[in-house]
């Protein structure tokens, strides 16, 4: 049996994106995981908790749909955990942070 897939992208949000701190100040980063082989599902972990400014976020699987999205505003705080059928192929992550201070982690984990 293979070991599981894990990919773990943890971000520190205050302020570690450039001019974070400045008015105004919007910024954005795209990961991505590559679902191939004999992956049987995959599981999806944020925890995302901010003092001020808004998270926007969206999963993409390989075919271009929205499989998660939503927005985090200030002083709010999400934890939450899904499951999606494998699509072979690049998913991607992507979040933009706007005048963001906190912190966020996100999970991706593909099982064979």
């Known amino acids: 049996m293979r070991k599981p897939i894990i990919i773990v992208i943890s971000v520190i949000l205050i302020c570690l994106l450039s001019g974070c701190s ?3 100040s919007t910024s954005s980063t795209h990961s991505k995981i590559d679902c191939k082989g004999s992956i049987q599902q ?3 972990k944020m925890d ?17 749909a929205v499989r998660w999205e939503g927005e985090v505003n200030n002083k709010k705080r999400l934890s ?12 991607y992550f992507n979040v933009a942070a706007h005048n963001v ?9 593909g099982t064979d």
């Open 80 to 91: 939450e955990e899904r499951n999606f059928s494998p699509v072979s192929g690049t998913w």
């Open 42 to 44: 995959i599981k999806a």
């Open 48 to 64: 995302i908790k901010i003092n001020d400014g808004v998270i926007m976020y969206e999963l993409l699987n390989p075919t271009g």
């Open 101 to 109: 201070t906190g912190e966020f982690e996100i999970i991706l984990q």
């Open 22 to 24: 400045s008015s105004g």
